[in-house]
């Protein structure tokens, strides 16, 4: 699949000057080095090369198309490809499908795939500096639907408008979002692309990065990814929920500690003065409004 990758925000006449102060050949150079516009060489039938136009043709116009990602088309594996390489320390990796082929009688590996770098596209510094700017998409942009609490999540947003016939299509969009985690040290990169829903609004954060987040849990239980050190709190708007630390209100008077309680949707059983079990224990971090079991009895 090839899709459009203009995404129509505020921010657009902000990447067009940023093109312009780059001029076409250091923007088209770095297109290149991330390996747009070419093929990943992933071992898969069919790969193509995606849009992207000559230099030779981008005048001014172009130049300021290309810079905010109108009157391009690129795959989704190149999108992956170019993300790990500007989050990961700044080198451009060969994609695979399939680690390896083993001989199941043998357990003789036949075909075994490892990692082959391409070419160093950015620096560290600057990759950082990228992966910091994409976690706080999540955490105070466009893409806070794809939070998860305790984790670094870094991504970004696209609300790309589709074309036919040599022209943009009326309200038919490719929403989508691209996300990773941990941001300070990536393990998962996950790419959700959802072409023309219907009765949404048109968004790549409202639309995908749910979806994208559900992706991202299952693989931090698959792959047993521990919560990060300095997870940064969630720039909540009004009308979301907040995730809440649960009080210790274990082999305490029910009495004095019903005020830390206030918040939780709380489920007693048994009878008494004191709590004597909680669940979920104290510490964890749930939304607001989450249900609390007290088990209640006498000392």
């Known amino acids: 699949m090839i899709q459009n990758v203009a995404v129509f925000t505020r921010t657009n006449p902000g990447f067009v000057a940023l093109g312009q102060r780059l001029g076409k050949e250091k923007l088209f150079g770095y297109i290149d080095k991330f390996g747009f516009g070419k093929k990943t060489g992933i071992d898969l039938n069919g790969e193509a090369t995606g849009i992207i136009f000559n230099l030779d043709r981008v005048g001014e116009v172009e130049l300021a198309t290309t810079a905010f990602g109108q009157g391009v088309s690129v795959t989704p594996i190149q999108q992956i490809t170019a993300v790990s390489a500007a989050i990961n320390g700044g080198t451009l990796y060969k994609p695979y499908i399939v680690k390896s082929i083993t001989e199941p009688e043998t357990n003789v590996s036949i075909v075994e795939n490892k990692k082959q770098e391409v070419r160093e596209v950015i620096s560290k510094q600057t990759s950082q500096k990228v992966a910091m700017a994409l976690e706080s998409v999540v955490t105070n942009g466009t893409g806070r639907n794809a ?37 300070d040290n990536p393990k998962v990169v996950v790419y959700v692309a959802i072409d023309n829903p219907k009765g949404v609004v048109q968004y790549g ?12 849990e299952d693989c931090i ?7 990060s050190d300095g997870a940064s709190e969630k720039n909540y708007q ?17 009495s ?44």
């Open 238 to 254: 009004f009308w979301e929920k907040k995730y809440v630390t649960i009080p210790n209100v274990v082999n305490q008077k029910l």
């Open 205 to 216: 954060g409202t639309v995908a990065a749910p979806i994208a987040k559900a992706i991202l």
């Open 147 to 183: 939070f998860i609490d305790g984790y670094r999540v870094g991504g970004k947003t696209g609300t790309a408008q589709k074309v036919k016939d040599g022209a943009y299509m009326s309200g038919n969009y490719i929403l989508s979002f691209i996300g990773f985690l941990p941001a």
């Open 256 to 299: 004095d500690v019903k005020g830390s309680l206030q918040g939780f949707e709380v489920q007693y059983t048994g009878s008494g003065d004191y709590i004597l079990f909680q669940s979920p224990s104290a510490g964890e971090r749930v939304l607001e409004g989450s249900r609390i079991r007290i088990l209640l009895g006498d000392k």
């Open 221 to 227: 239980t698959a792959l047993n990814i521990e919560k």
